[in-house]
């Protein structure tokens, strides 16, 4: 048994985890930083990565870690953290969701929000850059204090050097035992008193001290680029009422209630409705009579309200010109296709939709596309020489107040035959990769009729069986399987729902492992299969009929099966993706996109075939088409 040491992890002062363990990997600014027991002393900076740990029992770990300090004594070994977090506690949603909330409120200037989000997701390096741009001192000396608090030494360090506070950063120094670059700082920055006695330490202790350069230049905090609550934004121009309020203070009294008459009129005429022309009997068509609303109280009626979202907003009355609303926010007020939002730049939006009609709860494999969807929809032009370029939105020939869609069905269509041509090469890594680009690309397209909707489904379907039979196989040829378990995954394949001759490939392949295996009556089964498939007459499988003839006569006298490999045929079942194994169908759930199946205590756990999905979940499916192109179909 190997040698075990103590491993301490403390994140944010809290035990994260606390045990003897016999390996650790910890993440560094220099790489992985592996410790075994034995190791010598060291003292270094966590930077945000992957924690592995191996405890003496055997068991290996993981943890999302933040930035933090690690020391290494004797047989125990020390880590304090900002965070910790094991990878089944870590709420991708919540994170994504401060996280863009965060980037939007900077982006606007809107420092407030910022701040509140920072502090919600305790983003405390955040906070304390946020505080330095803003020029927010006393907020800066609260989170010296926080980090105090929090036994932060790399916190403290940091928070003491933005605020210029010497003392405090000489102190983290001795804190960590670095009594050399605590007098360094010390003399430099011209603290004699303190220098000295840290100069009496190092020489008691026979260390050397070092010499002070003279001419050495003084690191000073930075100064804020903006000492305000938010960063200004754009200027509108003077209202009615502002103008009318400053008339007011240069004009005597009677001009300036004429002037304030004169305004509520305008403001009343704008509120008044606009009467509609009347139309005479005679100008009436035959349809606007048959579909008027009079009398129509009975059966047929619908109250039924929706809103209606296809009106225009009404005009504002004021006097300062309102902006008219922009191509992008028509793009998401008249579809609701994730990839419409996604090409307007609304991506919070666009994977809210694809979270509530296909499960999706990791995004983070699908930036590329929505990256890839949004630059599509713009074009640029040269403008003229020493002015800025001029950007147009891109519109569908098809649709024009919709956006341009990067990725087509045809683009699918290329993945999909990839990916069958890798499989029927045996490249089962190639045709994973295919297959997932898949699963990347179907929510991006835009289906133009039922049957391209229909077709969209069917390669999906394609991507989770073929994904199913490719993760199948690989895992029958994995290190340490037993006969039993190889053979049980052999079966299993020829139960995925492949084309014809793929099919034929995999009761092959079956047929053969069982008969090599003594499994005679499972060999028999497989040669049956082949002989009764439509495709088995073809010139091209007449060897492949010879030979499962000649297997189905041999199984026939011997009638056996050596080995119990957990594997019925003629019981109904489903393959349960997770685990390789038979699942009857009333014991699964699947998952909302690909349709993949597990076993119910899996609910709610991210799909391992498409990998963007939560299992188990209500959807409305797939939505790649919207109604206005129905009603065309």
């Not at 003292?43 to 592995?52: D, K, P, R, Y």
């Not at 430099?188 to 009496?200: C, P, S, W």
């Not at 003279?214 to 009615?240: F, G």
């Not at 403001?267 to 100008?283: G, I, L, R, T």
Request: proline fraction near 5%; aromatic fraction near 6%; charged fraction near 25%.
């Amino acid at each position: 048994m190997a040698a075990a040491f103590q491993l301490d992890v403390l994140a944010a002062s809290v035990p994260f985890f606390r045990g003897k363990c016999v390996s650790v990997v910890i993440p560094t600014t220099d790489g992985e930083y592996g410790v075994l027991a034995g190791h010598c002393n060291a003292v270094g900076a966590v930077t945000a990565g992957e924690l592995q740990f191996e405890t003496e029992e055997g068991e290996h770990r993981r943890a999302a870690v933040a930035q933090g300090l690690f020391k290494i004594d004797g047989d125990r070994v020390l880590l304090l953290l900002d965070a910790a977090e094991r990878p089944e506690d870590i709420d991708v949603n919540r994170a994504l969701r401060a996280r863009e909330e965060a980037e939007e409120a900077l982006r606007q200037g809107n420092h407030e929000m910022v701040e509140m989000a920072y502090q919600q997701t305790k983003s405390f390096d955040r906070l304390s850059f946020l505080y330095v741009i803003t020029g927010n001192i006393p907020k800066l000396q609260k989170m010296l204090r926080i980090a105090d608090l929090r036994q932060d030494t790399m916190a403290r360090f940091h928070n003491a050097l933005f605020l210029g506070d010497v003392e405090s950063r000489v102190q983290v120094l001795l804190d960590v035992e670095q009594p050399t670059l605590a007098y360094l700082t010390a003399a430099t920055y011209g603290l004699d008193d303190v220098a000295e006695q840290i100069r009496a330490s190092l020489e008691e202790s026979g260390l050397p001290v070092p010499e002070v350069n003279a001419n050495a230049s003084l690191l000073n905090p930075p100064i804020a680029v903006l000492q305000e609550s938010s960063w200004p934004l754009l200027e509108l121009p003077r209202s009615l009422c502002d103008k009318i309020m400053e008339e007011e203070e240069n004009q005597g009294p009677a001009e300036a209630d004429d002037l304030a008459n004169a305004f509520l009129e305008v403001e009343a005429a704008a509120k008044e409705p606009v009467e509609p022309v009347e139309s005479s009997e005679e100008d009436l068509t035959l349809s606007e009579v048959e579909m008027s609303d009079e009398g129509d109280d009975g059966a047929w009626s619908d109250d039924l309200d929706l809103g209606d979202d296809d009106e225009p907003l009404a005009v504002q009355s004021s006097s300062v010109p309102q902006p008219a609303p922009s191509l992008f926010s028509q793009w998401c007020q008249q579809s609701s296709l994730a990839v419409d939002h996604a090409a307007a730049g609304d991506v919070a939006t666009a994977a809210s939709l694809l979270n509530r009609q296909i499960g999706v709860v990791r995004h983070t494999a699908l930036l590329p596309k929505y990256r890839a969807t949004f630059l599509s929809a713009q074009l640029t032009t040269l403008g003229f020489p020493g002015m800025p370029p001029l950007a147009t939105p891109a519109q569908r020939s098809f649709a024009p107040s919709l956006p341009l869609n990067p990725t087509a069905l045809a683009d699918v269509t290329t993945l999909v035959k990839k990916g069958l041509k890798a499989f029927q090469g045996a490249k089962f890594d190639a045709c994973q990769s295919a297959f997932a680009s898949v699963f990347e690309s179907v929510p991006f397209v835009i289906a133009g009729s039922k049957q391209e909707e229909a077709l969209l489904h069917q390669y999906l379907d394609l991507a989770r069986e073929y994904s199913t039979t490719a993760v199948l196989d690989a895992a029958k040829r994995g290190e340490g399987v037993s006969a039993e378990r190889s053979l049980q995954l052999t079966y299993l394949m020829t139960h995925t729902r492949l084309q014809t001759a793929h099919l034929l490939l995999t009761l092959h392949v079956a047929m053969v492992a069982a008969f090599k295996a003594e499994n005679f009556i499972d060999a028999a089964l497989f040669a049956t299969q082949i002989l009764s498939n439509s495709e088995i007459n073809s010139p091209k499988n007449a060897s492949l009929a010879q030979k499962a003839k000649k297997v189905l006569v041999k199984c026939e006298k011997e009638g056996r099966n050596r080995l119990e490999v957990g594997y019925d045929a003629s019981a109904p079942f489903v393959i349960e993706c997770e685990e390789l194994v038979p699942l009857k169908k009333e014991d699964a759930v699947s998952c909302p996109y690909c349709g993949a199946c597990y076993r119910k205590t899996k609910k709610n756990a991210l799909c391992c075939v498409c990998r963007f999905s939560q299992i188990g979940i209500d959807t409305v499916g797939l939505v790649c088409t919207t109604s206005s192109l129905y009603r065309s179909c």
